[in-house]
């Protein structure tokens, strides 16, 4: 017996899936596995039972939605043996919303960029599932409740909870222009060891955080202050002499990324707020790095 549901449609639903697990993960690794294992459960179910599914879309959207509500839990007990700080995944693509190969699966906009998506990381794992699956792909509470296992009430809460808190640590809004014209500032002054350039560029109350897994060395806490900040960067143009900065866009916005003999060993992320960097987030851990070196 063969399964009613074309297999096409059936596939046509990954790169839904990929975008919700990443913006629930914050990683495109576990978003892969994700997916991959929602679709292992879907096939082993028998035709018949596959055939009963009215809507496998949905059915799909609520497997991965109950994979990544079971992670985000335990992710928060992996995060507290992590070594140094915890930053999202970065994805590569152009700041005007194209993608590039291999992040062509996840669709880039302001639900992805990397403040927003650091935000997120201080969201309880209900919270975090019930907004982004209401506030971002816009399905309705009654969806919403049959992947978080609450009311549709309660999910409403969550999802407004989620919002406040958003709101009151609301990435800034800057224009792509804007972006563009500071992280070139920042690369020329970094590049030049401008220590004065550099501290002209960052938000007195700036933060740097970096995220080396305990792989790779980096530093374990953020640093904060502009004159702190812009020395720790000069310093380090100095120890990494042969290194090749590069102006590419991080999740959608501009950011840099670095490379040493061709290779990518950090890619960073920047929040700029009139005209000033106000946070600074660089990866340096090489299983976050993969998808710019493939």
């Not at 079971?70 to 693509?93: F, K, M, Q, T």
């Not at 929040?271 to 993969?290: C, F, Q, S, T």
């Amino acid at each position: 017996m063969t399964t009613g549901h074309d297999l096409g449609a059936i596939m046509s639903e990954r790169r839904q899936l990929i975008n919700l697990a990443y913006r629930l993960l914050g990683s495109l690794a576990d978003a892969e596995d994700v997916v991959q294992e929602t679709y292992v459960r879907w096939y082993a179910m028998s035709p018949r039972q596959q055939n009963a599914i009215e809507a496998p879309g949905a059915w799909l959207t609520r497997v991965a939605g109950r994979i990544c509500l079971d992670l985000l839990g335990s992710a928060r007990a992996r995060r507290e043996s992590y070594v140094g700080e915890w930053i999202p995944e970065p994805l590569p693509g152009a700041a005007d919303g194209t993608v590039t190969d291999p992040a062509d699966r996840v669709t880039l906009d302001e639900s992805v960029n990397m403040a927003f998506l650091v935000v997120l990381e201080s969201l309880t794992p209900a919270e975090r599932v019930a907004f982004i699956l209401h506030d971002v792909f816009r399905y309705p509470f009654a969806e919403v409740a049959e992947i978080v296992g609450r009311s549709p009430a309660a999910c409403r809460q969550l999802a407004s909870s989620a919002r406040r808190r958003i709101r009151a640590s609301e990435p800034s809004s800057a224009l792509a222009t804007q972006r563009t014209c500071v992280v070139s500032a920042f690369k020329q002054a970094w590049e030049a060891k401008d220590n004065n350039a550099l501290i002209g560029l960052l938000d007195p109350d700036v933060t740097a955080t970096g995220d080396g897994g305990g792989l790779v060395t980096a530093v374990l806490r953020p640093i904060t202050g502009a004159e702190q900040v812009a020395r720790f960067f000069t310093d380090r143009a100095r120890q990494l002499a042969d290194v090749t900065i590069l102006e590419r866009a991080v999740n959608g916005q501009a950011g840099l990324v670095v490379q040493l003999d061709g290779v990518t060993v950090s890619v960073l992320a920047f929040d700029i707020a009139d005209d000033r960097i106000k946070h600074i987030w660089a990866v340096l851990n090489p299983e976050k790095l993969r998808p710019w070196t493939r």
